[in-house]
C-alpha cells in the first residue's frame, strides 16, 4: 500500500512569490494535515482538512492557505514568501472516521525561500 | 487550547543503555491519544507507540514502553536496549478525541533530539 506522498522534494522560490505544495493521502484516509517545521521550533499545525472542508486552522496567516480535492489529495499554497518561510513541510493523512487511529507522514517538502 | 511540552532538547545515551524522554501536556479533556513519533535524520515522521487515556495499562512496542501518569498529565517514554537506529528527534503529540469542531488534530511537542553513542 502506497504511503503518503508530497511533491515536490524540494522547491526554491523567491521572495514574495508563490509556492504550491502537494500531498496525496493514504487510499481510504479523508483527512490530511499539514505541518510547518521550522528549524528548532517543532511541528507547527498550520490546516486540517477533511472530506473536502478545512476542519481547523493553526496560527498562521492568510497568505498560507489551501484545499483538498474530491480524491483526498490536498494542496497549500504559500503567497508572497517570506524568507522565514523557508522550512519542512509535512503533511500527514489519516482516517478520520476511525477512532484511535494514528496519522501517518509523508517525507515533507523542503521549502527554500530566497 | 492543548499544549504540549518537551522540557529536554537533547539527550544523548549509550548503546544498550536505557533512556527516558518527557512529556507534559495540558488539556481539559477527559477523552484524547497521546503518541509518541520518531523523525530520523531521513526526516520520515514514523509512529513508535499510541496510548489512549481511558486506559490505565501503559503502552508497550517491543523496547518502547510509556509510563503515563493521567492526573499529572505526563507521558514519558522509555526506550531500553537503545541502539544506534535510535537516533532521531522524538515528538511527543495529543489528539483529542471524538468527531466534530477540533477533535482529531495532532498536537506536537517541539522534539528531543536524542543520540545513541557506541
Known amino acids: 500500500e502506497a504511503g503518503v506522498t508530497q511533491s515536490p522534494t524540494h522547491l526554491i522560490k523567491t521572495r514574495g512569490q508563490q509556492a504550491t505544495l502537494r500531498c496525496s493521502p493514504i487510499?481510504?484516509?479523508?483527512?490530511v494535515y499539514w505541518y510547518q517545521q521550522a528549524l528548532g521550533l517543532g511541528l507547527q499545525f498550520l490546516l486540517w482538512y477533511d472530506e473536502g472542508e478545512e476542519r481547523n486552522r493553526g496560527n498562521f496567516p492568510p497568505r498560507f492557505s489551501g484545499r483538498q480535492f474530491p480524491n483526498y489529495s490536498s494542496e497549500l499554497n504559500v503567497n508572497a514568501l517570506e524568507l522565514e518561510d523557508s522550512a519542512l513541510y509535512l503533511c500527514a493523512s489519516r482516517n478520520y472516521r476511525v477512532a484511535k487511529t494514528e496519522a501517518f507522514f509523508g517525507q515533507g517538502t523542503r521549502l527554500t525561500v530566497v | 487550547a492543548q499544549t504540549v511540552t518537551q522540557s529536554q532538547p537533547e539527550m544523548s545515551v549509550q548503546e544498550a543503555e536505557t533512556v527516558t524522554l518527557s512529556c507534559t501536556y495540558d488539556t481539559s479533556e477527559s477523552n484524547y491519544y497521546l503518541f509518541w513519533y520518531k523523525q530520523p535524520p531521513s526526516r520520515q515522521m514514523i509512529l513508535v507507540i499510541r496510548q489512549e487515556a481511558y486506559k490505565q495499562q501503559n503502552a508497550t512496542e517491543n523496547r518502547f514502553s510509556v509510563n503515563f501518569q493521567k492526573a499529572a498529565k505526563s507521558f514519558s517514554l522509555k526506550i531500553s536496549d537503545s541502539q544506534l537506529g535510535d537516533t532521531a528527534m522524538y515528538f511527543c503529540a495529543f489528539m483529542k478525541q471524538g468527531y466534530g469542531g477540533s477533535q482529531g488534530n495532532l498536537i506536537f511537542g517541539k522534539g528531543t533530539k536524542l543520540s545513541v553513542k557506541p
Open positions: 487510499s481510504g484516509h479523508t483527512s
